[in-house]
């Protein structure tokens, strides 16, 4: 039996396999009340260089255990997580605001990708093999690894890191978004127990916190998961070390309804994948380019599933699916696309609204009917709950549209012809394209995204390379 952690205290940053506690503390709140959620550590320049020191320190001889014994401890590490996950998916809830239900989905898949990634061995490969040579490329470890977290699924993206980059033996570095702290560092916690020190550790901070970590010498990659912009800064600081960089970074997908779409499937799957985690995913439905001879029927369609099946409310009511926008900052941001296709005047199917009788930051679904193309709730990540609807006749057209935008990080095609659509997907410029879904991910699978969507993947064995160097051994057996 793993040992249960204490969801109510939050004693110090994880350094080294021990608590280290900061001198100012601060703290997150919870979304759908308003109050204030535990006091959390404040890591200072003093802080990231321990951290960095233990973890050079550590990668000596973690980078030289073997991959059994590397898998079985993630292993171990998924276990414990399990056998606390219960208080930890409400922990979740208190500090994302996600419905209890989809921080079950959460953990499940953390877990998964965790167990999975044990299995994952990355080896060496014979390049050439003739009687005087032997070539073969090998995948050592970069060394220290930072991994940045957003504040959307913090569970996930953070073990989405610590496996990729512990099963390749690197040491790595958790920061957490300064919105949602706390499950990251339990899950440091609950690694304290198992890697050896200085493999795994967790520093919580403000946003000060992040450019201490890129700008740092003693980091060899920045795995970072969060906004384009962001994403361009990172970048900018990383090239002064010259530190190795994955940006997994903003979307706005578009999915693609042909006039023979399954309306059974499509409407449901479409709304869920608009409007779960309040849309506050980077791969959700964002653009819906709706086949004009279908668009009134879908149009009127999918506003009546949303009215009816996508409630909004407190994650730990039953039956929600919207729960609040994450923080303050989110909940203007979505406010001010909310005024500004009512100032523009764009016909609205469903007109979602801030929730003003409650003190969390509760925003419920809009649909928007056939705006401009080129209107801001297209062409921007609203990353809130609100879609465009757009008609399309011509698939050439429609591809075109589709692929306009900066972003390109997933994308949909909904038809029973699977040809056809495999013809469209063919022609996306996105990292993951679906046919007759969207949002389907895998630990197995590489994810990442085209142009301002990101550099690099995470997942799947390109993802595993990404946290490795590549080194060709040359070796002669005769000696000339
Ligand atoms: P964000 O860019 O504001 O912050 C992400 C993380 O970066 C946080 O931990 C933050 O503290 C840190 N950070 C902020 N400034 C920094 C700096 N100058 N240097 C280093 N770190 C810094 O993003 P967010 O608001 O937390 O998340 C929402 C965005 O993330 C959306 O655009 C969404 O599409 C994107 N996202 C992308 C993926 C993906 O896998 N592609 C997944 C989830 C979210």
Same mark, same amino acid.
């Given at each position: 039996m793993?040992p249960?952690v ?7 940053n994880?350094?080294?396999n021990e ?9 997150a ?7 204030a959620l535990?006091?959390?550590?404040v ?18 001889t973690?980078s030289?255990?073997?991959?059994a014994?590397?898998a079985?401890?993630l292993l171990?590490?998924a276990?414990a ?9 409400r922990?979740l809830?208190l500090?994302?605001?996600?419905p209890?239900g989809?921080a ?15 299995t ?7 390049l050439?093999d003739?009687?005087?040579?032997i ?6 470890p970069l ?22 980059a512990l099963?390749?033996g ?7 978004s300064p ?8 899950l440091g ?6 890697f050896?020190?200085g493999v795994l550790?967790?520093?919580s901070?403000?946003?000060?916190l ?13 795995s970072?998961t ?18 190795r ?6 979307g706005?997908d578009?999915a693609?309804?042909?006039? *023979? @779409?399954d309306?059974s499937? #499509?409407?449901?799957? !479409?709304? &869920? ?5 309040? +849309? ?8 819906v380019?709706v ?8 149009? *009127? @369609?999918?506003?009546?599933? #949303?009215?009816?099946? !996508?409630? &909004?409310?407190d994650?730990?009511?039953? +039956? ?8 303050s900052?989110?909940?203007e ?7 500004d296709?009512k100032?523009?005047?764009?016909k609205?199917a469903?007109e ?7 003190k969390?930051?509760f925003i419920t ?24 609807l ?10 075109e ?13 909904w038809s ?14 996105a990292g993951?394209?679906?046919?007759n879904?969207?949002f ?22 390109t993802?595993?390379?990404g ?5 060709s051994?040359?070796?002669?057996k005769?000696?000339m």
């Open positions: 793993a249960q204490d969801i109510t205290v939050f004693p110090g994880i350094v080294n608590f280290a506690a900061t001198t100012t503390t601060r703290h709140i919870n979304p759908s009340t308003g109050e535990p006091e959390v550590p890591s200072t320049k003093d802080d990231v260089d321990v951290a960095v020191a233990h973890a050079r320190t550590a990668f000596k973690w030289k255990v073997p991959f014994e590397r079985r401890l171990a590490f276990n997580i399990e056998e606390n996950r219960e208080q930890l998916e922990l809830v500090e994302q605001g996600k209890l989809l079950k989905m959460e953990f499940d898949m953390g877990i998964q990708w965790l167990r999975t990634f044990a994952m061995e990355v080896k060496d490969e014979v050439d003739n009687e005087d040579r070539i073969t490329q090998t995948f050592p060394g220290v690894c930072c991994g940045i977290v957003p504040w959307n699924w913090p569970v996930l993206l953070g073990l989405g890191k610590i496996g990729p099963i390749t690197n040491t790595i570095i958790i920061k957490p919105f949602t702290p706390y499950c990251d560092l339990k916690e609950i690694g304290m127990k198992i050896p020190e550790q967790v520093l901070g403000g946003d000060d992040g450019p201490m970590l890129t700008e740092h010498p003693g980091i060899d990659k920045i970072f969060g906004s384009s912009d962001t994403g361009k800064l990172v970048m900018q600081s990383c090239s002064k070390t010259l530190k960089v994955t940006l997994e970074l903003g706005n578009p693609i309804i042909c006039e *023979d @779409a309306f499937v #499509t409407v449901p799957k !479409v709304a &869920t994948m608009a409007f779960l985690n309040s +849309g506050q995913i980077c791969m959700l439905v964002k653009r380019y086949h004009e001879s279908i668009y009134d029927k879908f149009r *009127d @369609a999918i506003v009546e599933f #949303t009215k009816t099946v !996508v409630k &909004t409310g994650g730990f009511e039953d +039956g929600v699916l919207v729960g609040p926008l994450q923080n900052m989110q909940y941001k979505v406010k001010d696309m909310y005024a296709i100032h523009q005047g764009y609205m469903l979602g609204h801030a929730m003003t009788n409650s969390g930051f679904p809009s649909i928007i009917d056939n705006p401009p193309e080129d209107s801001r709730i297209v062409v921007e990540e609203p990353f809130g709950p609100v879609i465009p757009l008609k399309w006749s011509d698939e050439d057209d429609v591809i549209r589709a692929n306009s935008l900066k972003m390109g990080l997933g994308a949909s095609v029973k012809d699977l040809d056809r659509a495999d013809r469209m997907a063919r022609e996306l410029s993951s394209v679906w046919i879904s969207h389907d991910v895998a630990p197995n699978v590489p994810f990442g995204g085209h142009k301002w969507s990101g550099i690099g993947s995470e997942w799947g064995m993802g595993l390379k946290y490795c160097n590549s080194r051994i040359w070796k002669w005769k000696v």
